[in-house]
């Protein structure tokens, strides 16, 4: 069975779409998804930007708001609403979703990025992680105990490092089992097709 490493940050706007509707999509299409959450902070810095490229350029914000909120309505989600601030401290959500076992991520990442951008929660309040952690039945305090260990501290830094390597620049990435690298939400069946051999 084909497989797609679906790389995503939980600061990323574009990751939320994708997250919302990768998952029939990958099953319709007999591809197995590793869901990999990572930090592009790292990443922006080594490219010479201190904050996300929505903050960075005025227009391209204003645009991505608008393309948002169009978006979300294409895709029957709640209405979009940006998070304060913006771009969120992602660091706790991602260290709890390498915490979580594999098969209990995605559901947490859709929970997380809902609170964040259609309830335009701050998704560095480690209440509402708990919180959304309790809500699908996890015991929040175990889990976010092991968020402090320096192994899951060793596996987001792992994983973020590993982005970098394989040339990720932003989020959502997918890239497939032969190393082909498709960025953005818009690309997610293009991906699909990549992965199931279906070449242009």
């Known amino acids: 069975m084909p497989k797609i490493d679906f790389w995503y940050d939980f600061a990323s706007t574009y990751s939320y779409l994708a997250a919302a509707r990768i998952e029939p999509l ?5 591809v197995t998804l590793a869901w990999r959450p990572f930090l592009l902070g790292p990443i922006f810095k080594s490219q010479g930007w201190e904050s996300s490229p929505f903050n960075l350029y005025p227009n391209k914000g204003r645009y991505s708001w608008r393309d948002l909120e169009r978006l979300t309505v294409r895709q029957g989600l709640p209405k979009f609403t940006p998070p304060v601030p913006f771009p969120a401290n992602s660091l ?3 260290r709890v979703a390498l915490a979580l076992p594999d098969d209990a991520r995605p559901k947490f990442t859709r929970a997380v990025f809902s609170a ?3 309830d335009g929660r701050d ?6 992680i708990a919180s959304i952690l309790t809500s699908l039945g996890h ?13 899951i501290k060793d596996k987001l830094r792992a994983e973020t ?3 970098a390597k394989r040339r990720i ?12 690298l498709f960025w953005g939400n818009d690309r997610l069946e293009q991906a699909l097709e990549w992965a199931r051999g279906h070449r242009p």
């Not at 998704?123 to 509402?128: A, C, Q």
């Not at 929040?140 to 320096?150: I, R």
């Open 161 to 163: 490092e590993e982005a």
């Open 123 to 128: 998704i560095s309040d480690r209440s509402l």
């Open 169 to 180: 620049f932003g989020a959502p990435s997918l890239v497939t089992e032969d190393g082909e």
């Open 26 to 30: 990958a099953e319709a299409a007999g």
């Open 139 to 151: 015991d929040a305090d175990a889990v976010l105990a092991k968020t402090g260990e320096q192994a």
């Open 116 to 118: 964040e951008f259609a």
């Open 92 to 94: 706790l959500a991602a």
